[in-house]
């Protein structure tokens, strides 16, 4: 299906890279190394030149820690919205919110894209995105709270409440009136999950793809991939890339992203492989 990003669409046959920028001093991954807002717009300006084709921007991060009121949450993320806009209009803009209020702030100044990392905890987020023709990621998290971690989730089958869950957020959305081209699906690794049931999902992650909606995969240095080859945060790439290529092959269009490049040939190979990509040059044999 044709995706609808805001100002920007793109062909079905299109996989794109959402590279991560965070706003926060305390995320799992940089540590803050994009708190500052220079170092952030640096951050955006680098993963542009790399490829993406669009950028996520979130303001609160997501394990447990401090609390983030609705203003606090704005003054870290909409100014900045505004600040990419200016120097990247034809650039997809994303927002990392489960807010309705904030939401609208952030389509207000340019933002194309909501990525509601709690799968609808404000029911209030399908109608900002409607009211601004804004594109929504419908995410599956098991009805935790936000910023909470998962503590003994139980599913008859992971896969199943998953694919249920996103459907009917989505089915929900464009009852709200969002476009149907600007509704994608995530099945959300990691959150309302332990390590089995993400690995599940990766496994089966076709089963997502053959509902019809956009999937989007955020599989980027988590915990499960962490867990699976008992290794920290900064060397859980190989295993990050190996989540990815699976993904791929089962047909994941956008891929949420710490590493723009390496996402990219990866996820271009197996499209290649999986004959939905013509190669770049093909001349051995041949010339």
């Known amino acids: 299906m044709t995706l609808k990003l805001g100002r920007r669409e793109f062909a079905d046959d299109a996989t794109l890279m959402m590279a991560i920028v965070n706003r926060t001093p305390d995320s799992f991954y940089d540590r803050g190394a994009t708190w ?73 100044e340019g933002a194309d894209v909501l990525n509601d990392a709690w799968g609808g905890a404000d029911p209030a987020l399908v109608d900002a995105a409607a009211e ?7 995410t599956h998290t098991g009805g935790v709270t936000p910023r909470t971690r998962p503590f003994r989730m139980e ?5 199943a409440a998953a694919v249920a869950d996103t459907t009917a957020y989505a089915e929900r959305a464009l009852a709200a009136g969002v476009d149907r081209r600007s509704i994608v699906i ?34 980027s240095n988590k915990d499960f991939v962490g867990e699976t080859l008992d290794l920290p945060v900064g060397e859980r790439l190989t295993g990050t890339l190996a989540a990815t290529a699976v993904c791929a092959l089962a047909g994941a269009r956008i891929y949420r992203v ?30």
């Open 258 to 287: 710490h590493e723009v490049r390496e996402t990219r040939q990866v996820v271009d190979m197996v499209w290649s492989i999986a004959g939905r990509r013509p190669p770049q040059r093909a001349i051995r044999g041949l010339a």
């Open 36 to 108: 500052a807002e220079d170092s952030a717009m640096e951050r955006v300006t680098q993963v542009v030149e790399e490829g993406a084709d669009l950028v996520d921007i979130g303001g609160i991060k997501a394990a447990p820690g401090d609390e983030i009121d609705v203003a606090e949450e704005l003054r870290r993320v909409a100014g900045f919205v505004a600040r990419v806009r200016a120097a990247h209009p034809s650039l997809v803009i994303s927002v990392d919110t489960w807010r309705a209020e904030v939401g609208r702030a952030v389509c207000s």
């Open 155 to 159: 599913y008859d089958d992971v896969v």
């Open 132 to 138: 601004h023709d804004a594109a929504i990621v419908c």
């Open 186 to 219: 995530d099945p959300a690794h990691d959150f309302g999950k332990n390590t089995f049931h993400s690995l599940e999902v990766t496994r089966r992650l076709g089963e997502l793809v053959d509902t019809g909606w956009p999937v989007l995969v955020s599989l």
